[in-house]
């Protein structure tokens, strides 16, 4: 299967969890807009969502995969199985200890690190703490999904570890849907959202077992042993952990400093979700499918194709996300009004998450490359590296964010992760050029430059169209009209984008196939 193929099949499920997840945000704008329960339901989400980054997604992905590729490549699928067994032994223990720990200290990492800014406010700190809780085990059951997940795309089968992100926003709509249907108060809402997390973990969890016991593995459950294989896993674990979870420890930073404003969480949370859109279809596709395949490639000894393979996806990154960036930051406003303004979304929070989505747009291409660059690291187990950048990012991060927010507010914090962003991409890049594991190509600096030029030509087409749909996205316009008038102008700007960079070898429809796919015999 080609790399295009496989992207496609990743990308797709995700797009369908993205545009569920859009629905679950309209419903959470109409239902809580950005007022207090907003703040606190948000603010609860963000804690188990940065561990699930941090301790399963970062980890499993960057040191799990490779290990069990090389398993697979070594002793076969029953060797890849005697490996799983003896890490999810490790692996639930410790998720179990580690959950337990952290339900006895929520008061105080409520209080000192998720909202400090909601200290004044004891009914918001009581409800963040309970919330929290409620929600923590979800971190279980993704970890645990996670470690599934990577034995699926280790084994080529992406559709099911791709899909069961899904049923989170799925199990989210229902609980929102119910709670506008009864007419129930923010609060009772909040409170149906935070249970409806726990259900929908334990539901994604179940998908992922089901797919790898259709893939021909049953893993059984074997007695905690530390053994080499898993002394190694620890140890590319652990700093992996940190460096995958770098968007989610900036924005965890950002929360706590967005605390002290009313509703300022939950207006940098609209605005994530949109970006998180072309993130994670795009970014992840490329993340999940990349590791593995320069895994296989590098075990095998095939470094000539390894190098094709890093290099084509970051032409396929670029290819995708920087009319994505221009499209966001041209679009902000008529994006926000037309996804968010109803009921509890006000004209004025419309301005707000605009500006924040604006900005995020330019940090968009620097985020999803990090996607594309971090796996030359991990595949060649390596996750030291990627964690130093990340901490550099994080100082930066944290630095501007401080000296921002009280002049900007929320453009600040989103300011701070994007320059955050883009600094974690220079170092990785300069990093393998330098070490010769990325193969500088002048075609691909040639054919970057020509998709710019593309960016540059859909962006004045949007430019001058724009006026002319104005009328349609007034905040007075039936919701109809809205979507038929953005609707056209993401037409537009896809027709102008592609004709353009097909036409003036930005891209070439050919290259695209010859070069992503996968030979059957790669030279070495």
Not at 71 to 87: C, D, L, M, T, Y
Not at 217 to 237: C, D, S
Not at 296 to 306: D, I, S
Not at 489 to 517: E, S
Request: include cysteine; proline fraction near 4%; glycine fraction near 8%.
């Amino acid at each position: 299967m080609s790399l295009v193929k496989k992207f496609a099949t990743v990308g797709g499920a995700t797009l369908g969890s993205r545009i569920f997840g859009f629905a679950r945000e309209t419903f959470m704008a109409a239902a809580l807009g950005t007022g207090p329960m907003a703040d606190v339901f948000y603010a609860a989400f963000r804690f188990p969502n940065l561990f699930r980054r941090l301790f399963a997604e970062g980890a499993f992905n960057a040191a799990f995969v490779p290990l069990f590729s090389k398993e697979i490549e070594a002793n076969g699928v029953e060797g890849a199985k005697r490996f799983s067994e003896e890490v999810f032994g490790v692996l639930f223990s410790a998720l179990l200890i580690i959950t337990i720990i952290m339900e006895l200290m929520m008061p105080w990492l409520v209080e000192w690190v998720i909202a400090p800014g909601f200290a004044d406010d004891a009914e918001k700190t009581s409800l963040t703490i309970r919330m929290a809780a409620v929600m923590f085990p979800y971190l279980m059951c993704m970890s645990l999904t996670a470690m599934l997940s990577g034995m699926l795309n280790s084994l080529h089968h992406f559709f099911a570890a791709a899909i069961a992100p899904v049923f989170l926003n799925v199990v989210m709509i229902a609980a929102l849907f119910y709670g506008l249907y009864i007419g129930a108060e923010p609060r009772v809402i909040a409170w149906y959202l935070s249970w409806s997390v726990l259900v929908a973990g334990l539901l994604q969890l179940l998908v992922v077992y089901i797919g790898v016991r259709a893939a021909g593995i049953n893993i059984g459950f074997r007695r905690p042993r530390m053994t080499p294989n898993v002394k190694r896993l620890l140890l590319l674990a652990v700093p992996a952990a940190v460096t995958g979870g770098i968007t989610q420890i900036n924005q965890i930073i950002g929360q706590a400093i967005a605390s002290g404003k009313e509703g300022a969480i939950a207006a940098l949370q609209y605005a994530d979700r949109i970006y998180q859109l072309p993130l994670g279809v795009v970014g992840v596709a490329v993340g999940v499918v990349l590791l593995p395949e320069l895994a296989r490639a590098l075990k095998g000894g095939y470094a000539r194709e390894a190098a094709n393979i890093q290099n084509r996806s970051i032409e396929f990154v670029l290819f995708l996300t920087l009319p994505a960036a221009a499209g966001l930051w041209i679009l902000s406003d008529a994006i926000i009004r037309v996804l968010y303004e109803r009921g509890a979304f006000s004209a004025e929070n419309t301005a707000v998450v605009a500006s924040i989505l604006a900005i995020y747009g330019i940090g968009l291409p620097g985020f999803v490359l990090i996607k594309a660059l971090q796996p030359g690291f991990y595949a060649r187990e390596d996750t030291k590296t990627p964690m130093r950048f990340t901490m550099i990012s994080v100082v930066i991060n944290s630095g501007l964010a401080i000296s921002l927010f009280p002049l900007i507010a929320e453009r600040g914090i989103a300011t701070a992760e994007a320059a955050a962003g883009w600094t974690n991409t220079f170092l990785l890049f300069t990093t393998l050029v330098w070490r010769g594991d990325l193969v500088w190509e002048w075609t691909m600096a040639k054919r970057t430059a020509l998709l710019l030029v593309a960016t540059a030509i859909m962006s004045a087409a949007l430019i001058y169209a724009l006026p002319y749909a104005s009328p349609w996205l007034s905040p007075g316009s039936h919701i109809l009209h809205q979507v038929l008038a953005l609707g056209a102008l993401l037409a537009v700007a896809i027709v102008v984008y592609f004709a353009a960079a097909f036409l003036i070898g930005g891209a070439d429809l050919g290259m695209i196939r010859r070069n992503l796919k996968r030979k059957a015999k790669a030279q070495k």
